[in-house]
T-cell receptor
Framework: GIQVEQSPPDLILQEGANSTLRCNFS?????LQWFHQNPWGQLINLFY???GTKQNGRLSATTVATERYSLLYISSSQTTDSGVYFCAWAPTTSGTYKYIFGTGTRLKVLA | EPEVTQTPSHQVTQMGQEVILRCVPI?????FYWYRQILGQKVEFLVS????????KSEIFDDQFSVERPDGSNFTLKIRSTKLEDSAMYFCASRDGAHTEAFFGQGTRLTVV
């Protein structure tokens, strides 16, 4: 069925380390976003990236639509990067462009 | 920067009561959505709304739920008779086109007691 998988489910880093989060999806992509859920539960949009590569400060993301995956890179991690990272994907078969969310990667950055 | 606004940020209600969650999407957007997230779980799609009608709803969106866009600016989610299992964070989202970024509100945390 239509699904999206994220890995790893949990990640613990020392401050300053780099990491790569992965999102695999099962069909052609229409829209894709990465979110960071902060401790108050808010979904903070990081990237809208159905294809290609984008960078914003210490964060960057790449989506390879033909191979059905997206990567989120966090460099020089800080304690404020802690939280849950979600990938949300809308397949081309969705006429409403609704998002299907992954189960998230829970990141903890230690000082 | 334009944003999606949700009110209230937190609501506590008794089981069996009706609740209305409110959202003000970005003004020129065309597609509207409600999602929910039970504590510790992933975000799930509830319903999409386009051209003044529901365009898709999930299995979760049963007869207890309804949505309205009463005045061209507000977008509401009503739960007619709340259950304990309706306790969750509810997110409203909107987008202006098919291949564009979705903007999410800050969420309403609903607690049913």
């Amino acid at each position: 069925g239509i699904q999206v998988e994220q890995s790893p489910p949990d990640l613990i880093l020392q401050e300053g380390a780099n990491s790569t989060l992965r999102c695999n999806f099962s069909d052609s992509v229409n829209n894709l976003q990465w979110f960071h859920q902060n401790p108050w539960g808010q979904l903070i949009n990081l990237f809208y990236i159905p294809s290609g590569t984008k960078q914003n400060g210490r964060l960057s993301a790449t989506t390879v639509a033909t191979e059905r995956y997206s990567l989120l890179y966090i460099s020089s991690s800080q304690t404020t990067d802690s939280g849950v990272y979600f990938c949300a994907w809308a397949p081309t078969t969705s006429g409403t462009y609704k998002y299907i969310f992954g189960t998230g990667t829970r990141l903890k950055v230690l000082a | 920067e334009p944003e999606v606004t949700q009110t209230p940020s937190h609501q506590v209600t008794q089981m069996g009561q009706e609740v209305i969650l409110r959202c003000v999407p970005i003004s020129n957007h065309l597609y509207f959505y409600w999602y929910r997230q039970i504590l510790g779980q992933k975000v799930e799609f509830l319903v999409s709304f386009y051209n003044n009608e529901i365009s898709e709803k999930s299995e979760i969106f049963d007869d207890q739920f309804s949505v309205e866009r009463p005045d061209g600016s507000n977008f509401t989610l009503k739960i007619r008779s709340t259950k304990l299992e309706d306790s969750a964070m509810y997110f409203c989202a909107s987008r202006d086109g098919a291949h564009t970024e979705a903007f999410f509100g800050q969420g309403t945390r609903l607690t049913v007691v």
